[in-house]
């Protein structure tokens, strides 16, 4: 299993949607997970913390399954700001806590 | 806002040219990474500090060297570069939970 693995997309979905995508990881040990947002040409920034089972914040949750190690975030009612790539990261593990990225999930939310 | 100031911002060089990239933090943050992100690479850890004058290797080190000689700047530089350095260039610094805060990038271009 590679490290942190998400499906890259594009989700072209209407506005007022649900959708939800998921990320895979390998270092078992993980115990804090993040979600970040990228617009386009622009740095990530971060969107959610996971440190237990999920998380919520207004439109967005973040789940967390440990058993198969994989996170999820959905995001409902979709509105076009929400147009974006959306990046799960997993810390790799050992003293420096050091992040590993996913390749990203690219959402397009339509009129 | 965390801070995080990079430059420059834009850059385009010649092939076998030194280039430094700077990046200046004003949070008195322990420690600072430098990422590349290429399309369908995601970010890759280049080199990161853990303080001043500590710093390490990331998975793509190759070509890159740093410094880090005070605690707000953290500086990248390419010896002798190369079109395959040709990327966006993001600096962060760890926040108090492990996650990440970016910098703006730097769009670097090797002709």
């Known amino acids: 299993r590679k490290e942190v693995e998400q499906d890259p997309g594009p989700f072209n979905v209407p506005e007022g949607a649900t959708v939800a995508f998921n990320c895979t990881y390998s270092n078992s040990a993980s115990q804090s997970f993040f979600w970040y947002r990228q617009d386009c040409r622009k740095e990530p920034k971060l969107l959610m913390s996971?440190?237990?089972s999920g998380n919520e914040d207004g439109r967005f949750t973040a789940q967390l399954n440990r058993a198969s190690q994989y996170i999820s975030l959905l995001i409902r009612d979709s509105k076009l700001s929400d147009s974006a790539t959306y990046l799960c990261v997993v810390p790799k593990g050992g003293s420096q806590g050091n992040l590993i990225f996913g390749k990203g999930t690219k959402l397009s939310v339509k009129p | 806002d965390a801070g995080i100031t990079q430059s420059p911002r834009h850059k385009v060089t010649e092939t076998g040219t030194p280039v430094t990239l700077r990046c200046h933090q004003t949070e008195n943050h322990r420690y600072m990474y430098w990422y590349r992100q290429d399309p369908g690479h995601g970010l890759r850890l280049i080199h990161y500090?853990?303080?001043?004058?500590?710093?390490d290797k990331g998975e793509v080190s190759d070509g890159y060297s740093v410094s880090r000689s005070k605690t707000e700047d953290f500086l990248l530089t390419l010896e002798s570069a190369t079109s395959s350095q040709t990327s966006v260039y993001f600096c962060a610094i760890k926040g108090s939970s492990t996650e990440a805060f970016f910098g703006q990038g730097t769009r670097l271009t090797v002709v």
């Open positions: 500090s853990y303080g001043v004058k500590d710093t």
């Open positions: 996971v440190y237990s």
